[in-house]
């Protein structure tokens, strides 16, 4: 029950902060737009103008797609690539800052969004959540590697065959250790994140290596948490590409409501992230009850009331 | 001797003999599956069918160029073809162990390695012998020879992977004795080159026996008819006998593993009436004459692949069926398609004589139509490289070429377009992410446009700028320059066109020049500028429309002799002339221009459709050969758009977006796709900060 009861609450968590929700849309989009304007400017330059427009862009076309590669594509290539690192490094240290200002918000229940606490919290959790988002390589990395030696060791066995079939299983088995161990990582690392924003701590190893062993002790509940999320996602994507489908083609009516489909899908995936914190805000008191007050302290507190 | 020129009489009512044999071989050859050794011998019967006095033979010794990493293959292909690469301990090669004549002359000490094409010493797969006697016009010569062959682990076509065994160009195989003018040949001599990274096809044509011994658990397949096999108890062995009169080669397959299954490819269920009338028609021939004849398929699968059997069998009969109506009946009675296992994917996708191999993978998706375009593809080479002889070696397009054009048009009528394999835990989202399916055509195209015009199509396989210009050029681009001489002459006249060249060169040996001449007669139109450009030439195509636009022509003013007097006409009287002709009701004239221009170094005469906003539309001709032509009109309407081949009959024109220009800019397009684009890069954001 519990990752259910984890995935609803974060799920109302997530509900109640929809001006949040509007700051990060506004966010990805403006980085995206940086991307796209750039990368259309080419292919819409050149068919703007042009009769074959509509025909050329109707869905994708391979042709034309090699058509703008050949007449901008080659000499545009290097700024791209330097554009495209450039942005991903941008957008990495922008949503490490959001969610510095963003998990608090989601762990206090109580507290109530203002611009003023959230950029707060987004300045004090930067250097622990970025210390953080490295410590998590790590441990992706080490998903990696697993997942390659699993190749590595399907080739060694059945690499010489005449049958592709193990091989093939191999690869789906590969697909879902990573997928997984993805998965329960990055829930960790929400985890993480919600200590050290509930605790103010500056300790992000510590924080780390904890919400790894808590995925450690209770794997259950972990994996089934993120497969609640993993499922709500995938039902969002089949949701909109059903949507989507039936929307192409319906001229401008039809495509204005695509377009709303879209940003709605985004926002969907943008709510999802929250949820994820929120559930681990609501998971983790239960996964990690705090331990019972020293009496020394307690007796301090004792007289601390009496003054 | 006797008993195999019995056995071919034997079998002739099943295949009869379509070509004058040149060089015939009766082989024996035994399979040591542990070693990937075969041992042979055989007597090749040759007919110096020329004027000339011969004094050498040549011959492929192709399986050396698997001997080392010195052969000239191997410097080409830098040990990897189709992205397959070599095995480190997986050398093959042949060696000639006696060459004896008829009358027991032997030539074995006179054989020496030559490299006609590079002059590389190191490579072998080429060797000459000097005859004691030279060989008289009209006369026959047999040779009995002994051979080893160690197959190479496959990579490259052939070979060996486990206990599966793919054996092309597997015996010592003579050249082509090319007499001056014989395939427009300059001079008299020996066309027998090394085996190259790219093409390996050119030989006369013969009766082929071939008598396979093997371990009897092993499956077999072979060029031609199995008239009989006979097994050996005692020594576990198995020995088939296969015959194919009028072929240029012969190759074979085994391995215990396969499934071997039958279906008859029966020409009157397969074929309507109305289609063999059409086709009778459409060329002006007997309805007898387009009809089709059975064929027996047979195919090789492995069990993993069993569930796509009938995938094959579909395929071939589609590319039996549409061939045959297309180009000529298939004069076989047998096509074998032989499905290589995992691992040896390099010897997939390969043609030889009624002897075709597959290229599938585990759970191909029915959607991707990968099994289909390779089975189809390969069946074509049955009519471009074996029955229309080319020399593959140096005009690649007319193999390759013709048959990326012949199956593009097959599998996108048959089959519509594929899919690409997008897989995700076996299963492909293609389709279920609503992405559209690409046609051949389109796939041809991008080949086309997205790869520089370095090379003439007609350009020998191994003097290309690049594997990659070689690819290019002898399939799609090729492909792509038949689509537009079918769009220049009419898809009638193309099919025609292509009935001709290939009913006039069936069991022969054409030029380039030779489809050019064909074009030219059946066409009756003089299409030599096409053929110097874009198949002789390296020609780029690419016409624009650089400009359009419109300028209101107002009431004139200025100086002008009315009735031998002047006249002068003040700007202020123009325009209360302009105000007043607005009152009436009347239009302004407008002067509308398009400019178009060649940006390319190809000229072709080109057509270009003016519209008007009012709806009128005009058509006027330019030759193409200025750098740039301005047209110019005077009509009330302004001029809305402008195109430029407008039937876009020049798919080899490089860049068709400019190839129109609008005079308004299309704002809800670019905000469209703008849009779109702004949506996945959103979506690719989010999974980079989902990361953190």
Not at chain 1, 45 to 74: H, I, N
């Amino acid at each position: 029950m519990l990752p259910l009861i984890g995935f609803w609450s974060g799920l109302e968590r997530a509900r109640g902060r929809k001006r949040m929700l509007a700051l990060y849309w506004v966010f990805h989009t403006l980085c995206a737009l940086g991307a796209a304007l750039p990368l259309m400017a080419p292919a819409v330059r050149q068919l703007g103008r042009s009769r074959l427009g509509d025909e050329l862009m109707r869905q994708f076309d391979l042709a034309w797609l090699a058509e703008v590669y050949s007449v901008a594509g080659e000499a545009a290539a290097p700024a791209a690539v330097f554009a495209a690192v450039a942005a991903g490094v941008i957008l990495l240290l922008g949503g490490v800052f959001l969610a510095g200002g963003a998990v608090p918000m989601l762990a206090r229940e109580e507290a109530a969004y203002t611009p003023e606490e959230f950029w707060r919290g987004a300045g004090r959790n930067f250097w622990p959540f970025l210390r953080l988002a490295l410590y998590s390589l790590n441990a992706y990395a080490a998903a990696f590697l697993l997942s390659g030696l699993v190749r590595r060791g399907a080739e060694a066995v059945w690499g010489e065959g005449l049958e592709a079939r193990p091989l093939v299983w191999a690869g789906h088995a590969r697909l879902a250790i990573l997928a997984v161990l993805s998965g329960l990582i990055s829930t960790a690392m929400d985890f993480a994140k919600v200590r050290l924003a509930l605790s103010g701590s500056r300790q992000s190893l510590r924080a780390c290596l904890g919400s790894l062993r808590l995925v450690w002790r209770h794997p259950g509940v972990m994996f089934w948490l993120w497969a609640c999320f993993a499922a709500a996602g995938a039902a969002a994507a089949w949701a909109y590409v059903e949507l989507a489908a039936r929307l192409e083609g319906g001229g401008a009516v039809g495509f204005v409501l695509l377009v709303l489909a879209q940003q709605a899908y985004v926002l969907a995936r943008i709510g999802l992230r929250f949820a994820a914190w929120g559930a681990a805000a609501e998971l983790d008191p239960i996964l990690r009850p705090l331990p019972a007050p020293e009496p020394a302290a307690a007796a301090a507190e004792a007289l601390d009331y009496q003054i | 001797m006797r008993h195999w020129l019995i056995l071919i009489s034997a079998s002739l009512p099943l295949c009869a003999q379509l070509a004058r044999p040149i060089a015939s071989y009766d082989i024996r050859a035994t399979l040591d599956a542990d070693k990937h050794v075969i041992s042979g011998e055989q007597t090749l019967d040759w007919v110096n069918d020329s004027p000339d006095t011969v004094p050498t033979l040549q011959f492929h010794l192709y399986m050396n160029a698997f001997r080392n990493s010195r052969s000239t293959f191997f410097r080409e292909s830098g040990g990897q073809l189709r992205g397959d690469r070599a095995a480190e301990d997986g050398w093959g090669w042949i060696q000639v162990e006696s060459m004896k004549l008829e009358d027991g002359t032997d030539l074995t000490a006179r054989i020496q390695c030559i490299a006609p094409d590079d002059g590389n010493r190191d490579d072998c797969t080429v060797i000459e012998v000097p005859l004691p006697e030279p060989v008289k016009p009209g006369a026959a010569l047999r040779v009995r020879m002994k051979f080893t062959t160690q197959l190479p682990k496959v990579f490259a076509r052939t070979g060996y992977s486990g206990d599966f065994h793919l054996a092309g160009q597997w015996f010592p195989k003579i050249g082509v004795w090319e007499t001056k003018g014989f395939r427009r040949a300059e001079k008299s001599g020996w066309n027998c080159h090394q085996f190259h990274a790219n093409s390996e096809f050119y030989a006369n044509f013969g009766d082929y026996r071939v008598e396979l011994t093997v371990p009897s658990r092993f499956v077999v397949g072979a060029t031609g008819e199995l008239v009989r096999r006979t097994e050996d108890a005692k020594r576990g062995t198995s020995t088939y006998v296969f015959v194919q009169p009028s072929v240029t080669d012969f190759a074979w397959t085994a391995q215990p593993g396969f499934l071997r299954f039958e279906r008859m490819f029966e020409a009157a269920k397969q074929t309507t009436q109305e289609e063999l009338a059409a086709a009778a028609r459409l060329h002006g021939i007997g309805i007898e004459d387009v009809r089709l004849s059975d064929v027996k398929m047979i195919a090789l699968i492995q069990p993993e692949h069993a569930e796509q059997t009938e995938r094959h069998f579909h395929a071939l009969a589609a590319a039996l069926k549409h061939f045959g109506l297309w180009y000529g009946r298939y004069p076989y009675r047998t096509i074998t398609v032989a499905d290589p296992p995992y691992g040896a994917g390099g010897a997939g996708g390969m043609e030889y004589p009624t002897f075709i191999t597959a290229g599938t993978s585990y759970k191909a998706p029915a959607d991707v139509l990968m099994l289909e375009i390779v089975t189809v593809h390969e069946f074509g080479h049955q009519f471009w490289m074996q029955l229309v002889a080319s020399n593959e070696f140096e005009e690649s397009w007319l193999d390759e070429g013709f048959n990326t054009y012949s199956t593009g048009k097959i599998v996108d009528r048959v089959y519509g377009g594929t899919s690409l394999p997008l897989m995700v835990f076996g299963r492909n989202v293609w389709s279920w992410l609503r992405l559209p399916k690409l046609t051949q055509a389109s796939m041809d195209r991008a080949a086309h446009v997205g790869y520089p015009v370095r090379d003439p199509l007609a350009t020998r396989a191994w003097e290309f700028y690049d594997g990659s210009s070689y690819s290019i050029n002898s399939y799609s681009r090729t492909g792509v320059a038949l689509r537009t001489l079918e769009a220049l002459l009419g898809e009638e006249t193309m099919a025609r066109v292509m009935r001709a060249y290939h009913q006039r060169w069936r069991f022969r040996h054409p030029h380039s020049r030779d489809f050019q001449q064909t074009v030219n007669e059946v066409s009756g139109r003089n299409m030599d500028w096409f053929f110097e450009q874009f198949v002789f030439g390296a020609r780029r195509l690419d016409y624009a429309v650089s400009e359009i636009g419109s300028r209101e022509l107002g009431e004139p003013a200025g100086v002008f002799e009315k009735e031998g007097k002047k006249e002068t006409v003040t700007a202020k009287d123009a325009r209360k002339r302009d105000r007043e002709r607005e009152k009436r009701g009347g239009k302004a004239q407008h002067e509308s221009w398009v400019k178009v221009e060649r940006l390319g170094d190809g000229v072709a005469p080109q057509e270009i459709e003016i519209r008007f906003r009012d709806g009128h539309a005009e058509r006027r001709a330019w030759d193409g050969a200025g750098r740039w032509a301005k047209f110019t009109f005077t009509r009330t309407a302004e001029v809305e758009s402008a195109t430029i081949d407008p039937g876009r009959r020049y798919l080899l024109d490089v860049i068709f977006a400019n190839n129109s220009r609008k005079a308004d800019y299309n704002t809800a397009l670019s905000t469209q796709w703008t849009l779109r684009v702004l949506f996945w890069a959103q979506n690719a954001m989010l999974w980079l900060t989902g990361l953190v």
